[in-house]
Structures are given as C-alpha cells and as structure tokens.
C-alpha cells in the first residue's frame, strides 16, 4: 500500500522568508503523481502544485517549487518569499497514474507565517 | 480550473436522524467521485469511490450500509449518512473528476456534519 509521511507537524517563517515542507512516499509504482495542497481556515482544498513522477524537471508554480528525489522518495515543497495569506494546513499527496485513482493524503503540516 | 459544489456547507441533526450531503460538479462531467472524511486536526480520509451508474467501491472500515452513496448523473453524487450518531460528527468532502480534465480531482468546499 501506498503511504505518506510528513514529518513536521507545524512548521514557522518569518514573512517574505522562505521555508521548505518536508515530504516523503512509499510506493512500487514506476507512474505516479505528486501534489502539495493548502487547506486554509475556510478547509477548501486547494491544489498548490502537481509534478508527474516520469518528469525530472521539478515543478514550480511562482513562489512555489518542489524538490522531487524520485530514487529517494521525497517530494519537499519551497515556499519563497513567504506572505500573511501563506499560512494554512500543507498536505502532500499522492495518486498513481490513471483515471479515477484515488489521492492518499500525508498527515499535514501547519505553517504559521509571523511579521 | 474546474467548480465542485457541496449542499449543504453545514448541517446540525439529531441522533437518530439521516443527513444526505450533495456534491455537484458545475462546469465538467464527473465520472469519478471521491468522498472524504476530515476530523478536527486530522488528515482527509478517503471513505469511498463512485463512477456514474455504478455501485460505489467502499474503503476498508466504512460501513457501506451507513453511509450510502449514490451517483445517478454525471454532475451529481450524494453522501447519505443513515441513523446518525455523534461519533459522525465530522467535515466531509467531496471531490471530482473527469471530462475533460482527467488525472486531476477538484474539491468541493466541505460539509460540517454535526449530530446531537
């Protein structure tokens, strides 16, 4: 079975800082994809950023950016220059490749972003 | 990206009572749907799966008779919970996918179930 780990339950940054959300998998599939979600207070999930896991290129999206180590299983997520509207619940997910698969969700982390 | 609709956003019942939750995709056709179980400080927990037209494939530890899904269109599903007790008391949500976005699942904005 697939499995998620997050090893920072909460996690802190200084605004306009940037901090890195910890990130690791276990799984025997070779085709698969990674997402980081945010989950602010209002809990609708929103998708941050996806990487396809047959794609060495690490995915960004803005301020955004990920550190996919395929071989060693982690997918870490950057947020650079860190704002008040950051800080929310950061799930790390993953699905293997093909419709209707389902998302297995890490344990969260929360970040808080202070002044 | 694609709009996922859930009614109602919160809803209170007493024990003992049924709740249905509804989860609408608005703009795309939504062969699959996902339903999930979030507790306070909790990770989402996927409860099951629902392809139009067909029986719902039920994740281990839920008990398909309690929580009844349905998934008669491809824009509709919906979430029975039968003879509610307080320990169902949670935020459920639903997400979707499909035409033409396949590969990605969008997410409703949740429902908060709490039972007396």
């Known amino acids: 079975a697939q499995t998620v780990t997050q090893s920072q339950p909460e996690m802190s940054v200084q605004e306009a800082e940037t901090v890195t959300l910890s990130c690791t998998y276990d799984t025997s599939e070779s085709d698969y994809y990674l997402f980081w979600y945010k989950q602010p207070p209002s809990r609708q999930m929103i998708l941050v950023i ?3 896991a047959y794609k060495q290129q690490n995915a960004t999206e803005n301020r955004f950016s990920v550190n996919f180590q395929k071989a060693a299983k982690s997918f870490s997520l950057k947020i650079s220059d860190s704002q008040l509207g950051d800080a929310a619940m950061y799930f790390c997910a993953y699905r293997k490749a093909g419709t209707a698969s389902k998302l297995t969700f890490g344990t969260g982390t929360r970040l808080q972003v202070t002044l | ?7 109602p956003s919160w809803v209170i019942c007493k024990s003992g009572t049924s709740v249905k939750i509804e989860c609408r995709s608005l703009d795309f056709q939504a062969t699959t749907m996902f339903w999930y179980r979030q507790f306070p400080k ?8 629902s392809n139009e037209g067909s029986k719902a494939t039920y994740e281990q530890g839920v008990e398909k008779d309690k929580f009844l899904i349905n998934h008669a269109s491809l824009t509709l599903s919906t979430l029975t919970v039968t003879s509610a007790h307080p320990e169902d008391s949670s ?3 639903c997400s979707a996918e499909g035409t033409p976005k396949n590969n990605e699942q969008f997410f409703g904005p949740g429902t908060r179930l709490t039972v007396l």
């Open chain 2, 42 to 49: 909790q990770s989402l927990m996927l409860m099951a799966t």
């Open chain 2, 91 to 93: 935020f459920y949500i």
């Open chain 1, 50 to 52: 996806r990487q396809e």
């Open chain 2, 1 to 7: 990206g694609a709009v996922v609709s859930q009614h």
